[in-house]
């Protein structure tokens, strides 16, 4: 079973989901499951610029922390307000209720040059 | 990569393997917290078998355990085991063990990352005098089942008997034809047993303790390594290569219980010195505020000066909180101090806490 084909993807597992210049970032299922139990999620604010191929955030698992990576260039119109109280939605909705944070995109365009879900899924896979 | 008797069994239930102490060991099955909880309300059967299992025998063998370990061996019963540390002459911690008396021989278990290390310091120790070493741990299957439902289920419904043997006391028997030691003993801060079996019938075993078509009992679950970690964790109970190593000795790590000064052992001297001193830090309890998780390495400061070091720390299932093992120094280290830790640039405050974090209610 495939990723969502709706979004493009990193090569560190975070999704990116373009709706008009708005593109919301999550990671995968694969990735949430390699972290196993989420504790813990740390996100930039609204307002916050970010650069593509930058750590946006870090996320926090019973077994380790890792960076999160933004794809795209921008400024952070929202982060998940659920995440603060529930981080586990990373576990259990990676590709929905999960979602970390919104990024209204300077150019919305370069979202294309991320992978494509069957390129991830290429990877996962390999 | 060493495997255990069990790891197809680990490999059936879809558990995820990592590489422990050189062997491919399971971390998790369904999920660390679920693991973790399952073991604080029910029962869990963890396969400890990647432990040290030395055995010796001879008329020198307690002398040579009495020189090595920490703890006055000697002063155990037969069918009773205790916790001890293994010191260099420096007093510092080469491993900590579990030390059992049996009628006819001593049985070590030590940590598997340290097995090597461990069985050519006593070989070292072991010239001069008349005893013999066995290493065992290839030939033999060790598991942990471990929670509240387990004492229960193993005097009512299974066919091995236990008798009425305390904590830390453990018992022989055969099934089958194969000899086994069930002790009562383990590693979560519950109440459990850890049972040592011959590697053929290992497997057998797990998969009769853990089918789960038993409908007038608790059924035992299978838990990974990484419920194992956060369980002691709570629990307060250190782990080598994290609270406990060469640079530490037993006295700063608050395990002075399980050293006996009137005797004499490697390390002795030293950990004298220390003790008339008192150490100078302290394995410390802290509860940290917010949900962020303290790694080892973490600095601990007061005010702006730094005054300790993480070993440990998880958010706790069982307590919904952040907790972390610390070595602090030893005049900031009673419960109720205000420290800080530095977690990516990040201040976050930090009370000294009394370990352990966890007690069962019985």
């Not at chain 2, 065992?136 to 091995?160: N, S, Y």
Request: hydrophobic share 35%.
């Amino acid at each position: 079973m495939g990723v969502p084909t709706d979004r493009r993807y990193l090569k560190s597992h975070e999704w990116h989901k373009l709706d008009g210049d708005i593109c919301t970032i999550g990671i995968t299922k694969f990735a949430a499951d390699e972290l196993t139990d989420i504790t813990y999620v740390s996100l930039p604010k609204a307002g916050k610029e970010l650069t593509a191929g930058k750590p946006l955030g870090e996320i926090e698992s019973v077994k380790a922390t890792s960076d999160l990576y933004s794809g795209v260039s921008g400024v952070v119109t929202e982060a998940n307000p659920k995440l603060g109280d529930s981080p586990e939605l990373v576990n259990s909705d990676s590709f929905g209720e999960g979602w970390l944070i919104k990024v209204k995109l300077a150019d919305v365009k370069q979202i294309e040059t991320l992978m494509t879900a069957q390129q991830y899924d290429a990877q996962i896979a390999g | 990569m060493l495997k255990t008797a069990l790891y197809e069994a680990h490999k059936r239930l879809g558990a995820r393997l990592i590489d422990f102490g050189g062997w491919e060991m399971p971390v998790m099955y369904r999920g660390i917290n679920d693991e973790h909880t399952y073991t604080r309300t029910a029962s869990s059967i963890f396969d400890v078998s990647h432990m040290g299992r030395l055995i010796f025998t001879g008329p020198d063998a307690e002398a040579l355990l009495q020189h090595v370990c920490t703890r006055n061996v000697g002063k155990l019963k037969v069918g009773r085991c205790g916790y001890s540390h293994v010191c260099n002459e420096r007093g510092g911690i080469l491993d900590d063990v579990i030390v059992s008396r049996y009628e006819d021989r001593w049985l070590m278990v030590c940590n598997a990352g340290n097995r090597s290390k461990i069985v050519a310091h006593l070989q070292q120790h072991m010239q001069g005098r008349n005893v013999k070493m066995e290493d065992t741990t290839e030939k033999t299957v060790m598991v942990a089942i471990q929670g509240p439902a387990t004492m229960d289920l193993f005097t009512k419904h299974l066919p091995i008997k236990i008798g009425d043997m305390g904590r830390y006391g453990f018992v022989t028997g055969s099934y089958m034809g194969q000899k086994y030691s069930v002790f009562r003993s383990g590693y979560t801060g519950e109440d459990g047993l850890e049972v040592v079996l011959s590697a053929g019938t290992g497997a057998m075993v797990w998969d009769y303790l853990t089918q789960d078509g038993a409908k007038d009992r608790v059924v035992i679950k299978p838990a990974g390594l990484g419920a194992r970690d956060t369980l002691r964790l709570e629990a307060g109970m250190p782990l080598y290569g994290h609270e406990l190593s060469e640079d530490v000795d037993p006295l700063s790590a608050g395990c002075g219980w399980c050293v006996d000064l009137e005797k004499d052992f490697l390390g002795a001297g030293a950990l004298r010195a220390i003790a008339s001193e008192g150490p100078k830090r302290k394995m410390t309890g802290l509860t940290l505020e917010g949900k962020r998780i303290a790694r080892q390495g973490t600095r601990v400061f007061s005010g702006d000066s730094e005054v300790g070091v993480v070993t440990s720390g998880t958010l706790s299932p069982t307590l919904g909180k952040s907790i972390a093992m610390a070595y602090v120094d030893s005049a900031l280290s009673k419960e109720g101090q205000d420290l800080a830790l530095e977690i990516k640039e990040e201040r976050v405050a930090a009370t000294v806490t009394a370990l352990p974090f966890y007690k069962r209610q019985t």
